[in-house]
C-alpha cells in the first residue's frame, strides 16, 4: 500500500526556522508530483508549494514565497518544506500529498493529488 508520512513538525517561537519532510513509499515507480497543504483551525485548506519531481518545478504560495522553500530528493522520494521566519499565521496542520499521474490542474489544487499523509502540526508562538 502506498503510504505517506509526513515529519518535522513541532513548536516554534515566532522567527524560528522548522523543515518538513514527507516520504513517499509503497510505489516503484517514479512520481509525477508532489505538495504541501496547510489547513489552519476553522479555514480551508490551502496550497503552500508544489514540485514536479521529473522536471523540478514548483511553486510557492505568495503569501509564503519570501520565507518557504520547497525541495526533493528523488532517490528517497522525498519532498521537504524549509519554513524560516515563521510567524503565528503559519499555525497549522501541514499535509503532504502526492501523485502519480499527470493532472490538468495546477500544483496547488488538491483534486491532482492522490495519496495524503496524515498531517504534521505546526505551532508558531509570538
Known amino acids: 500500500q502506498v503510504q505517506v508520512v509526513e515529519s518535522g513538525g513541532g513548536s516554534v517561537q515566532a522567527g524560528g526556522s522548522l523543515r518538513l519532510s514527507c516520504t513517499v513509499s509503497?510505489?516503484?515507480?517514479?512520481?509525477?508530483?508532489m505538495g504541501w497543504f496547510r489547513q489552519a483551525a476553522g479555514k480551508e485548506r490551502e496550497g503552500v508549494a508544489g514540485?514536479?519531481?521529473?522536471?523540478?518545478?514548483?511553486y510557492v504560495d505568495l503569501h509564503v514565497r519570501d520565507r518557504f522553500t520547497i525541495s526533493q530528493d528523488s532517490a528517497k522520494n522525498t519532498v521537504y518544506l524549509q519554513m524560516n521566519n515563521l510567524k503565528p499565521e503559519d499555525t497549522a496542520m501541514y499535509y503532504c500529498a502526492a501523485s502519480r499521474r499527470v493532472s490538468t490542474v495546477g500544483l496547488s489544487n488538491p483534486s491532482g493529488y492522490d495519496y495524503w499523509g496524515r498531517g504534521t502540526q505546526v505551532t508558531v508562538s509570538s
Open positions: 514540485i514536479y519531481f521529473r522536471s523540478g518545478s514548483s
Open positions: 509503497g510505489y516503484t515507480d517514479g512520481w509525477y508530483s
